[in-house]
């Protein structure tokens, strides 16, 4: 549905790993472009595959392609991360391939490049997700590569430090993007003294004091068999999916080791600016949203795609990019964790044009609480969110992508049957008490970073 926190950062790699991966992504991603045709999402067939050892998984086998992919997910992502050890899981993903078993860094990533394996991992805020791309011809190494990266990562010293002086490097670039500030101080304000505001890659002074003790005992409490998900797409059967599966997985324990992230309703009543000498301000807002298993969120996903989700037939698009060019991009997206749940606008401007853009969009979000979409705007919503749908389904990695995702939400795979009609069905009626929960009366968390607070009309 909406943007999750399922995320897709990559981790930072040198240039030499990146020549070595280059040639297996090559492999991989061509073949995807070559076949990839939109299918419809409710034509396949979903089994859901039980092992000798008790793992569940989702499969779509798929043999017109030799190329299977498997996407995965271990609960607890960076709220797990300990005090004054923020970006502690992001490390993690940075580190579980660079050496494991018998292989060091070079050979782990040489061994990948002469399979044509494309593994790769990324921390979330409440998930941490693992994903392989392999050639069919290759699944066993594959799927041992695999193994090796989930339950004998080595942590090598050398590995580890080089992984944590590139993400520094990153963190002082971001010292000066006012995106990167706007961000950071966005979710401290909304979050306060909660795992959802804290710095999700962590900071220098954090990323710098962690060590490979540290991984390990993270790795330890996050990789449990309790808390996994997996959904797979490609040229492999249910057997074979069966004892691939167990061969990985089936030797974590049982339960991991989380601690336990508190519900909270975010702040929104704030106005901050962060003084920065740049020529373009950052503007982020942010209002009351929905979980994802709130009743209301399928409304909700509609309304904002009317308000700012819907990129060139927004309101927000039209007004601020359409009308008045005072922006290259701007749009709002939901914001739904599992313990929490925002509405948010983001975009850039001209300095001394950001008051103005911050009164358009406080007029559009009033518009929206007051007035509403018409009729014609909720039926063309409609028309593109269910027309688009099948998009999210033509290659593999995205078909994986998607059954990971429901699974992650506690979404049943009946959902992608009854999802469009579930879109139908929402009427300008549901749209009111929606913008009514949501909007009426809502005093935003504004977060601004340039050269001076923006002088908002009124």
């Not at 860094?105 to 979330?124: E, H, I, K, P, T």
């Not at 392989?132 to 290759?138: E, K, Q």
């Not at 039209?318 to 991009?329: F, T």
């Not at 300095?351 to 705007?377: C, H, N, W, Y």
Request: proline share 5%; aromatic share 6%; hydrophobic share 40%.
């Amino acid at each position: 549905m909406g943007p999750t926190d399922a995320p897709a950062r990559a981790a930072n790699r040198t240039a030499g790993r990146f020549r070595r991966a280059l040639a297996a992504a090559l492999t991989l991603s061509l073949m995807l472009l070559v076949v990839a045709a939109p299918r419809p999402a409710a034509a396949m067939e979903i089994q859901t595959v039980t092992t000798p050892g008790g793992l569940t998984a989702w499969l779509v086998e798929d043999d017109s392609v030799p190329i299977v992919a498997v996407n995965f997910a271990f609960e607890g992502g960076d709220s797990q991360n300990p005090d004054g050890k923020e970006g502690l899981a992001n490390l993690l993903s940075a580190t579980l391939d660079e050496g494991a078993g018998d292989l060091d860094s070079q050979a782990f990533q040489a061994r990948l490049q002469d399979l044509s394996v494309r593994l790769s991992f990324n921390s979330g805020r409440d998930n941490f997700y693992g994903s392989l791309r392999t050639l069919s011809p290759t699944t066993d190494e594959a799927f041992e590569m695999l193994r090796l990266a989930i339950n004998e990562p080595r942590f090598d010293a050398e590995a580890v430090e080089r992984m944590k002086r590139q993400i520094v490097a990153g963190l002082r670039n971001e010292e000066t993007d006012p995106n990167a500030i706007g961000g950071r101080r966005f979710a401290e304000l909304a979050f306060p003294d909660h795992p959802y505001g804290k710095p999700r890659d962590g900071t220098i002074e954090t990323v710098t004091s962690l060590t490979s003790e540290d991984l390990a005992s993270l790795r330890q409490r996050l990789f449990a068999r309790d808390g996994l998900k997996i959904a797979v797409v490609g040229a492999i059967d249910a057997d074979k999916l069966a004892t691939e599966l167990d061969k990985v997985f089936a030797g974590l324990p049982e339960t991991g080791d989380l601690t336990p992230v508190a519900d909270i309703t975010p702040r929104t009543d704030i106005t901050e600016t962060v003084s920065l000498d740049v020529p373009q301000t950052s503007i982020r807002l942010g209002l009351p949203g929905l979980k994802r298993d709130d009743p209301d969120f399928i409304p909700a996903f509609v309304m904002n795609h009317i308000l700012g989700g819907g990129s060139f037939s927004s309101w927000l698009y039209e007004e601020v990019r359409e009308k008045r060019g005072l922006a290259y991009s701007v749009g709002s997206y939901l914001i739904d964790y599992a313990h929490s749940g925002m509405l948010a606008v983001a975009t850039a401007t001209r300095a001394d044009r950001a008051g103005e853009t911050l009164s358009i969009i406080d007029e559009q979000v009033a518009r929206m609480a007051k007035d509403g979409p018409s009729a014609e705007e909720l039926a063309k919503a409609k028309a593109y969110l269910t027309g688009s749908y099948a998009l999210r389904f033509d290659t593999s990695d995205k078909i994986a992508g998607q059954l990971l995702g429901l699974q992650v939400q506690g979404i049943g795979k009946e959902y992608i049957e009854e999802r469009n009609d579930l879109i139908e069905a929402v009427t300008l009626e549901d749209i009111a008490r929606v913008r009514k929960r949501l909007l009426d009366g809502a005093s935003p968390l504004v977060v601004t970073v340039g050269p001076q607070a923006p002088a908002v009309a009124q």
